[in-house]
């Protein structure tokens, strides 16, 4: 079993609907990253969250230490939000970065 | 422009051979993180860097090595190159040790052939 595991995998939806990826990690941590990978390659982080929530225009990521959980919302999605979404994790015990296979996401116009 | 540069941002080259990754970090980061990331493995974190001393190991091969300078820049070097080594690398730095956003570079993707 991954220690960063994302879902769904790849979700494709219409323009203008509220979206969701979830990321679940089984390691203590010290911060969780969301990241956002465009078709040509370049990879952007868009969060660091180390407790509560975040928003940053349309998007917004949660984290629930406890439950080890942590989510990355789009509201009003647009094609340009087509990209793959990666979450990642710092390690509380040294300072190795764990990844997840991220989420492609296709919206639709 | 992120800030982060990495060059050379195309390499092709052929097995056995040897090959020198560059990164130079946005102005004021002290941390270089370096990341692997191939088709069938994602993103692989492989060695992080922070003012000139190696800070943390991932799943960086032997025949792999890095290092950070004074100016802090950074370099990646791959020897003994096997077709499995082709890949897009990143390069990453941060402010901080920990708990920091990354800001990336644009990567170079090495074709082993």
């Known amino acids: 079993k991954n220690e960063v595991e994302q879902s769904p995998q790849n979700l494709t939806a219409q323009e203008g609907e509220f979206i969701t990826i979830n990321c679940s990690y089984s390691v203590g941590i010290s911060a969780l990253h969301w990241l956002q990978q465009h078709p040509g390659g370049g990879i952007v982080s868009l969060f660091m969250l180390s407790s509560g929530k975040k928003k940053h225009g349309r998007l917004i990521a949660t984290i629930n230490i406890q439950e080890k959980h942590s989510s990355l919302h789009i509201t009003a999605s647009h094609p340009r939000d087509s990209a793959v979404y990666i979450c990642?994790?710092?390690?509380?015990?040294?300072?190795?970065?764990?990844f997840g296979k991220g989420t492609r996401l296709h919206i639709l116009p | 422009d992120s800030g982060v540069t990495q060059t050379p941002k195309h390499l092709i080259t052929a097995t056995g051979q040897r090959v020198t990754l560059r990164c130079s970090p946005r102005s004021g980061d002290l941390s270089v993180y370096w990341y692997q990331q191939s088709l069938d493995q994602g993103l692989q974190f492989l060695i992080q860097?922070?003012?000139?001393?190696?800070?943390a190991k991932g799943n960086i091969l032997e025949r792999f090595s890095a290092q950070q300078f004074p100016d802090l820049h950074s370099e990646l070097n791959l020897s003994s190159l096997e077709l499995g080594d082709s890949a897009l690398y990143f390069c990453?730095?941060?402010?901080?040790?920990?708990?920091?956003?990354?800001?990336f570079g644009s990567g170079t993707r090495l074709t082993v052939v």
């Open positions: 990642a994790v710092e390690g509380d015990r040294d300072d190795k970065i764990i």
């Open positions: 860097y922070y003012n000139g001393e190696e800070r």
């Open positions: 990453a730095s941060t402010p901080r040790v920990r708990r920091s956003g990354y800001t």
